[in-house]
């Protein structure tokens, strides 16, 4: 029942590079911020990036972020296999009065 | 350090009730609106429900209103989510989160909820 559409899963090479698509609507993330967490396996989810695009310290610049209309954009250069994880997109639902999250992307290195 | 940590989670059957607690540290709660979100095993991040400052506004998740109650004594440094009425479909890890533009900052390491017979 995710209000937010995600591929469910990306793949690339150690050093290449992948993108995480959040798709949702103008009453989440077209008219609020967006999150992205990273969670490993067997952990909770980590803050990766908050409104929009801003990184928490300790976060390495290899991930970056945008947001433009109703979609958000997760991107990880350098890939590492510690980065293997699931990413979901997060925000608050105006229309819902809700936080909502993504479905969620497997992202694995080859 | 911000820190987040969750306790209360265990076994129930369904039908029965169940007080999950949150112990905050390292920031002063009551300046916080504060939430809790959900994943059942194997699925998604579910948001459940969220609380204002002084507990006089709540929301929660259609699947859950009317059987949770969200909480907090911030004089305790604590949020709560009282579940009643569960189903077998409310087992999950639960988690709490300090609320940030109505999503999550900070996350506590989860508890787990089974609801079974």
């Known amino acids: 029942q995710s209000v937010l559409t995600q591929p469910p899963s990306v793949s690339a090479a150690p050093g290449q590079k992948v993108t995480i698509s959040c798709s949702g609507s103008s009453s989440n993330i077209g008219n609020n911020y967006a999150f992205w967490y990273q969670q490993l396996p067997g952990t909770a989810p980590k803050l990766l990036i908050y409104?929009?695009?801003k990184r928490p310290s300790g976060i390495p610049d290899r991930f970056s972020a945008s947001k433009s209309g109703t979609s958000a954009t997760l991107g990880i250069t350098g890939l590492q296999t510690g980065d293997e994880a699931d990413y979901y997109c997060?925000?608050?639902?105006?229309?819902?009065?809700?936080?909502?999250f993504g479905t969620g992307t497997k992202v694995t290195v080859l | 350090e911000v820190q987040l940590v969750e306790s209360g989670g265990g076994l129930v059957q369904p039908g029965g009730s169940l007080r999950l607690s949150c112990a905050a540290s390292?920031?002063?709660?009551?300046?916080?609106?504060m939430l809790w979100v959900r994943q059942a095993p194997g699925k998604g991040l579910l948001w459940v429900s969220r609380?204002?400052?002084?507990?006089?506004?709540?929301t929660y998740a259609d699947s859950v209103k009317g059987r949770f109650t969200i909480s907090r004594d911030n004089a305790e440094n604590t949020l709560y989510l009282q579940m009643n009425s569960l189903r077998v479909e409310d087992t999950a890890v639960y988690y709490c989160?300090?609320?940030?533009?109505?999503?999550?900052?900070?996350w506590g390491q989860g508890t787990l909820v089974t609801v079974s017979s």
């Open positions: 390292g920031f002063t709660l009551s300046s916080y609106w």
């Open positions: 609380i204002n400052y002084d507990g006089s506004t709540t």
């Open positions: 997060g925000t608050w639902d105006s229309s819902l009065s809700a936080g909502v």
């Open positions: 409104e929009n695009n």
């Open positions: 989160g300090r609320d940030s533009w109505g999503s999550v900052d900070y």
